[in-house]
């Protein structure tokens, strides 16, 4: 049985990998090709981009909680009620978005502003946003097709899709940046006909997946309801976690310039460790919603334990590459003496708690899958209760170090005890359709 496990975990882990590795080179190509316009641009680009970032960060429930509701269906041996269960997430994130494009466009000068730019960059970054926020409700479809195909057992095709965006992206920025002179309104517009393509590529996966199923098109409104339901606990589990995060850097920012380069550098690194310890997060979402579905008990209960053996190990593993390069992964971000010595000492932390990590990246997709939304959103409170606190006192030090054990040891480890101690548990077995 080990061996069919591994072979389902790879099948499902190493597509999501690479989808995910997708998503930020958008991001990357178009600061590269920004940059060469000049600071004020790449400024501009920094500060919308953050406020994309963020509203689709919040809103990736759209894909967490339609994949666990389309795996459980297929599990039970209904293809057209799954099917049906990702279709209502994406009609559920076409209403999203639209809310959000006829509330976002009117503002965006205005959100600009919070940010205190001086008037040349924050036209700049008026410019891209105005332009890129045409492109939210895409990307926001995007997130639930990709939701709907994972529950579907299917990882590969995002991977191609999301390829395919990036390859678009890349060369429509280039043209329309440079062939037509349009500046940075050129790395927006090429970023959202990229989105729409990719877009329109899963409605033409979905409408094909609804044919063969036999599965109505239209919405249906106990469905999207109950995406609903489930996608705003999981908001509320995400907001968690981007406090925590938002509060890490703002104490950064009190340390000092020094410090809070050394962060974000820290942050970065994280950040690119959690997309491979997350692929297997979501194979856990769709393995762990298909079995439950299946009422298979004991296949659920081996699926956790073997990924939390891979989630565990796997962070083991990164936490000695990052140990063995502490003292020269710095020299790769910057020469600077003042960020390159403290972050060899937060990279020795991070190394520390990276094992953990993967226990905590691997058992939060295991009770995304199970649908278990409404107890990962209140104990993400609890974790921010435990987190604060500790957040005071590392403030307290001037240390970057101190800084990063209170993150990358103590809210990573609340998040573990709270994690675990459901995952001991049976009360977050619930078999069938739900």
Do not use: K
């Not at 329309?176 to 309104?185: E, L, R, T």
Request: proline content about 3%; glycine content about 14%; charged content about 10%.
């Amino acid at each position: 049985m080990t061996r069919a496990l591994d072979r389902d975990i790879r099948r499902l882990a190493l597509p999501a990998l690479g989808a995910l590795v997708a998503e930020p080179l958008f991001l990357l190509t178009d600061t590269a090709l920004v940059g060469h316009l000049g600071a004020v641009p790449l400024a501009g680009l920094g500060i919308a981009s953050v406020v994309i970032q963020t509203v689709v960060g919040l809103l990736v429930f759209l894909a967490y909680a339609t994949t666990p509701l389309v795996a459980r269906r297929l599990g039970a041996g209904d293809p057209t009620g799954a099917v049906r269960a990702g279709i209502d997430g994406v009609w559920l994130s076409i209403a999203v978005g639209a809310v959000l494009l006829a509330v976002g466009v009117p503002s965006s000068a205005w959100v600009v502003g919070l940010f205190g730019a001086s008037p040349e960059v924050a036209q700049a970054a008026n410019t891209y946003l105005a332009i890129a926020l045409w492109g939210l409700p895409a990307l926001l479809m995007t997130l639930a097709a990709s939701g709907l195909l994972r529950g579907l057992q299917d990882t590969r095709t995002p991977l191609v899709v999301a390829g395919a965006g990036f390859a678009t992206n890349a060369a429509l920025n280039a043209l329309f940046i440079y062939g037509f002179g349009w500046g940075i309104a050129g790395s927006a517009a090429g970023t959202v006909v990229a989105s729409w393509g990719m877009a329109a590529a899963y409605l033409v996966i979905i409408v094909r997946a609804a044919v063969r199923s036999g599965a109505r098109l239209s919405p249906h409104v106990s469905g999207v309801g109950s995406a609903l339901r489930s996608g705003g606990w999981l908001l509320v589990r995400t907001a968690s976690l981007r406090v925590a995060m938002l509060a890490t850097v703002f104490v950064a920012t009190g340390f000092g310039t020094s410090e809070l380069a050394t962060v974000q550098v820290a942050l970065t690194i994280f950040s690119t460790l959690a997309f491979v310890l997350d692929a297997l997060a979501i194979a856990g979402q769709a393995m762990i919603g298909h079995g439950l579905g299946a009422s298979d008990v004991p296949r659920v209960r081996a699926i956790t334990r073997r990924l939390l053996q891979f989630g565990v190990g796997g962070g083991a593993l990164l936490g000695l590459a990052i140990a063995a390069l502490s003292a020269v992964l710095p020299f790769v971000f910057t020469t600077d003496v003042s960020v390159t010595g403290p972050l060899t000492t937060v990279l020795l932390v991070m190394a520390v708690g990276i094992p953990v990590a993967g226990y905590v990246f691997v058992l939060d997709g295991v009770l995304i899958g199970a649908g278990d939304a409404r107890y990962l959103a209140l104990t993400g409170i609890v974790n921010l209760a435990v987190y604060l606190p500790l957040l005071w006192l590392a403030g307290g030090t001037d240390s970057t170090g101190w800084l990063w054990a209170a993150f990358g040891l103590g809210y990573i480890g609340a998040r573990a005890v709270t994690l675990g101690l459901r995952a001991c548990g049976s009360g977050w077995i619930v078999t069938g359709t739900r």
